[in-house]
Structure formats: structure tokens, C-alpha cells
């Protein structure tokens, strides 16, 4: 009796062993590839727990996350400097070639290895190679753009889907970046140059101005002044200046007289007052 107990025991605990090695997760952000005796099956399963047959049947999981990687390369630029570039590139695998790329290349950490690190590095290196050193920092955007299509379009043919590039940083060699840091230095000081040029010419004119426009006002009052004593002398008369000497007398007699009598004439002023 205990024997035949031992036994069902036994055997429930071996179903229960073959029921638990028959199952499988597919994780969240995977395809599950299925193999058969090694072989390879068409369909991937997706995420979720999964029956197999223990032994015959693996179930293997590939990331269909997106994912990054990084790379840097030693290049030469297009003038013949050393360049050494970073870059950070984010990418995905097709999920609907997913079974393709594990059948012709393998996992994910493979295709890193195998695909996407070498065509990193060439389009690195042809892009590095189509710029000046000078450029590749003044036209950092038009170099990404460059080395971005260059790596998708490699990359494409082995169904892997690039999702973003950045460059993360261009160095030189230190005999060239001191050569850069020198030019921008005297770029720098010709444009505060040319700046203090402009601005003394800028004051020069003004000056001039200024001095210009204080002549024609000193000439223009000393017209006015010589049309004015111009006019005054064709006007003038004696009777006139009689006639002012009345309208400023006060009517008092002067208390100082000359050799020829006295300073003002009243006959004449009375004269001229009674016209």
C-alpha cells in the first residue's frame, strides 16, 4: 500500500516537472524565435507564456526594443588632420524580420558585434573624410546628416531600424587645436580691430560734422550781419540819426560842451523833430 502511495507521488511529481519545463515566457519588448530539433520556424511567438515540448522545441527571446550603442573611430578629414569622433546611435531590429535576423545573423548581441559596430565605423571614417577639420565643426549638423544616412542605408540591408544618431564629440590632435585656438584668437582681435576702426571713423564724421555745420552757421549769421549793415547804410540818413537822438534825449542840457559848443545841436534836433 505505501509502496503504490510512494509511487503516485513519484509519478505527480514528474508530471508536474515535464507540465513546468513545458512552458515558456516570451518577455515584455521581445518576439519569441522558435526552433525545432535546431530548425528554424517562420512565425516568432509573441509576448506571454508559452507551451512547448520539452527537448525538441527551444524558444528563444530577441529584443525588439529600441536600444543604444556607441562607437568612436580615428579618421582623417578631408585636409589630411587626425580626427577621432564619438558618436551615439539608437536603433531597433525589424520585428517583422526578426526570424531573418537570428536565422542569417543571430541574437541582438551578435548583430552589435557583427553588423552594426563595423558600419559604424566605416560611415565614420567615410564621413570624417568628406569634411575639412574646420568644417567638421562648423558644419557639425550637415556632418550628422551625412554620417546618419550613410549608416541607415547600411544598416537597413541587415533589417535593423536606426531610430536616432548624435555626435557626441569631434578631438584633434593638439598641435591642430592649438592651431585653432591661435586663428580664433586673431579673429578675434582683427574684429576688434576692424570694430574700433569703424567706430573712430563713425566719431570723425561726426566731428566733421559738427565743425561743418557750426561754419555754415557763423557764416550764414556774419551774411546776415553784412546784408543787414549793407541795408542799414543805403537807409540811413542824418535826418534819421537826429531823429533817434530826439526819441532817446531826455530832454536835459548837456553839462559838457566841446571846443565847437555844445555835444548836440538843438536846432537841428528841434529841426528834426518837427518833421
Not at 554620417?147 to 598641435?175: H, M, W
Not at 571713423?201 to 557764416?219: D, I, P, S, Y
Request: hydrophobic share 45%; net charge neutral.
Amino acid at each position: 500500500m505505501n509502496l503504490l502511495r510512494n509511487l503516485g507521488r513519484i509519478l505527480m511529481a514528474a508530471a508536474l516537472v515535464v507540465g513546468a519545463s513545458g512552458c515558456t515566457q516570451v518577455d515584455a519588448g521581445n518576439l519569441g524565435v522558435v526552433t525545432k530539433w535546431g530548425e528554424i520556424q517562420d512565425i516568432a511567438l509573441q509576448e506571454g507564456i508559452h507551451f512547448r515540448t520539452p527537448v525538441k522545441t527551444q524558444i528563444i527571446n530577441i529584443s525588439t526594443r529600441v536600444h543604444k550603442m556607441e562607437a568612436s573611430a580615428t579618421a582623417s578629414s578631408k585636409d589630411l588632420q587626425v580626427v577621432s569622433t564619438k558618436i551615439a546611435l539608437n536603433y531597433r531590429l525589424d520585428a517583422a524580420r526578426i526570424v531573418e535576423i537570428f536565422r542569417n545573423i543571430g541574437t541582438r548581441v551578435v548583430v552589435e558585434n557583427t553588423i552594426i559596430d563595423p558600419a559604424l565605423q566605416e560611415s565614420l571614417k567615410k564621413a570624417t573624410a568628406q569634411y575639412t577639420a574646420e568644417e567638421l565643426i562648423t558644419k557639425r549638423q550637415e556632418v550628422k546628416e551625412t554620417l546618419g544616412d550613410s549608416i541607415t542605408l547600411t544598416l537597413a540591408k541587415s533589417d535593423i531600424l536606426v531610430t536616432e544618431l548624435s555626435i557626441t564629440d569631434f578631438q584633434f590632435d593638439a598641435q591642430y587645436q592649438q592651431a585653432v585656438e591661435a586663428k580664433q584668437v586673431a579673429e578675434q582681435r582683427a574684429l576688434t580691430a576692424r570694430n574700433d576702426l569703424q567706430r573712430i571713423k563713425v566719431e570723425a564724421e561726426q566731428a566733421e560734422a559738427k565743425a561743418r555745420g557750426q561754419a555754415n552757421a557763423m557764416l550764414a549769421r556774419a551774411e546776415a550781419e553784412a546784408k543787414a549793415q549793407e541795408l542799414l547804410r543805403k537807409t540811413i540818413s542824418a535826418e534819421i540819426v537826429y531823429l533817434r537822438a530826439v526819441e532817446k534825449w531826455d530832454g536835459k542840457q548837456p553839462t559838457i560842451v566841446g571846443e565847437g559848443g555844445a555835444i548836440l545841436d538843438l536846432g537841428q534836433i528841434k529841426k528834426a523833430a518837427g518833421r
